[in-house]
């Protein structure tokens, strides 16, 4: 991990494996996501590989070549999930810095991220169907929601390599950088996040992941609820004052 300004950097490290995951890692990502949603100084997450790959998935050989078909769904309630849950319920901005290949679960990661940016030189790949295996770790829940259905069981189950300008046309990423300068563009981006309302913002993040599922009426009184509580934060008090002043507000995070 790496503080810069109001951004935690949450960096993959083994770019000899191409940042493959294996339990140590996942472990560590979970207690960063937790301790990066606790830290006051902290109003925007960056997660980034070092190296050629973002993340290239699973960590193949630590399962050996035939591995008990309970070792997936053992693995995937252990430590991916946790994961998943942690980047969820963390109340502030996720940055997905796709700088190299996102593979398997690597592009799920990806995936659960609240926004992403790619480098032109990067891309996407599913990867899960060659093993013929399912998507996991979210896959199939994130994927489709972004670009659709039919495009998303498409690229799970026939599609190779999703190269930047298809994730950019299909809304899979909302930003493609220079591969020359990616990681400061990362950071501008994510600086931009960290200027947001980030009480609101998790509020929003809460919201809107309520309104995917639930009923009307009753995302509609979540969204009472959470608009009261948004009313009462330092940052709208702020905003307020900003808009009859007619200048920029300058948002604190509280």
């Known amino acids: ?26 472990e560590a990502l979970e207690r960063a996501f937790r301790e990066a949603a606790r830290a006051e100084d902290v109003r925007a997450i960056v997660l980034a590989g070092r190296g050629r790959a973002f993340q290239a998935g699973q960590d193949l050989s630590a399962l050996g070549e035939a591995p008990e078909p309970e070792t997936y769904g053992a693995l995937l309630k252990k430590r991916y999930h946790p994961v998943l849950r942690a980047m969820r319920e963390t109340p502030k901005p996720i940055l997905a810095a796709v700088g190299g290949v996102a593979a398997g679960a690597g592009m799920s990661l990806a995936l659960a991220a609240d926004f992403r940016v790619m480098s032109d030189r990067a891309a996407f790949v599913p990867a899960f169907f060659k093993l013929a295996l399912v998507p996991d770790t979210g896959m199939a829940y994130f994927l489709p929601r972004l670009v659709g259905f039919g495009r998303a069981l498409e690229w799970m189950t026939l599609g190779g390599r999703i190269g930047p300008d298809e994730a950019l046309r299909t809304g899979l990423v909302h930003r493609v950088f220079p591969a020359d300068g990616f990681e400061s563009a990362a950071q501008a981006f994510a600086e931009t996040l960290a200027a947001l309302p980030t009480k609101t913002f998790g509020m929003l993040k809460r919201l809107l992941q309520k309104a995917e599922a639930a009923p009307l009426g009753e995302a509609l009184a979540y969204e009472r609820m959470l608009q009261s509580a948004a009313a009462a934060t330092e940052d709208h008090r702020r905003g307020m004052t900003a808009f009859f002043a007619k200048t920029e507000p300058t948002f604190t995070g509280r």
Do not use: C, H, K, S
């Open 1 to 26: 991990m790496e503080q810069r300004g109001a951004v935690r950097w949450i960096v993959f490290n083994r770019p000899e494996a191409m940042n493959a995951l294996t339990d140590v890692m996942l």
